[in-house]
Each structure stands twice: as structure tokens, then as C-alpha cells.
Nanobody
Framework: DVQLQASGGGLVQPGGSLRLSCHAS????????IGWFRQVPGKERHWVSC????????LYSEDIEGRFTVSAVFSENTVYLRMNNLKPEDTAVYYC????????????WGQGTLVTVSS
């Protein structure tokens, strides 16, 4: 079974940093894209970033580009989202998800981890 588990959220002051982790299992990274999403309670979930082992590609949404970095240690089945210069508007529940290469829809989701940016 495909399983993903995000962790690393918490309370951080504006301007601070956090690193989220997503431990994934049950599939071959060569065949999947791992994405990060975030959702403010009561609002829609938005895509943040993704990473693809097959071609090494990483992509970012415009609102976080330059502040967030996605990376992975595929041998440890773990994908990271390093978040720097955090802003109050980054406060959200962050999710990691997986989709097969060639698909547009993410079919596998982990539970979220809450990031709160506040002084």
C-alpha cells in the first residue's frame, strides 16, 4: 500500500524557518511525483511544490518560490520541504501527496502537519 506521512510542523515566528518531512513507502520513486500542498482551514487546498526523481525536476508555486526548497533522500524514502523567511500567510496545514508520472491528479495523500507562523 502507498503510504505518506508528513511531519515537522509547529509554531514559528515570522522570518523563521522550518523543515517538513514526508516519509513515503509502497511505491517506486522512479514512477511517481511527490508534491507538497497547503490548506488554510475553510479554504481550498493549494499546490506548493513537487519533486520528481526520474528527471530531477523541482517546481514551485509563485508565492513561495525563492523561500521554500524541496529536496529528497530517496534512499531513505523521505522528501523534505525547507521553508525559510516564513510569513504569517504561510500558516496552513501542509500535506505531502504522490501521483504517478503522466497523471495530473494526486491519488495518494498523507495526513497534514500544521505550520503556524505568528509572533
Amino acid at each position: 500500500d502507498v503510504q505518506l506521512q508528513a511531519s515537522g510542523g509547529g509554531l514559528v515566528q515570522p522570518g523563521g524557518s522550518l523543515r517538513l518531512s514526508c516519509h513515503a513507502s509502497g511505491f517506486e520513486f522512479d514512477e511517481f511525483v511527490i508534491g507538497w500542498f497547503r490548506q488554510v482551514p475553510g479554504k481550498e487546498r493549494h499546490w506548493v511544490s513537487c519533486i520528481e526523481k526520474a528527471d530531477g525536476r523541482t517546481l514551485y508555486s509563485e508565492d513561495i518560490e525563492g523561500r521554500f526548497t524541496v529536496s529528497a533522500v530517496f534512499s531513505e524514502n523521505t522528501v523534505y520541504l525547507r521553508m525559510n523567511n516564513l510569513k504569517p500567510e504561510d500558516t496552513a496545514v501542509y500535506y505531502c501527496a504522490a501521483r504517478e508520472i503522466g497523471n495530473t491528479q494526486y491519488d495518494y495523500w498523507g495526513q497534514g502537519t500544521l505550520v503556524t507562523v505568528s509572533s
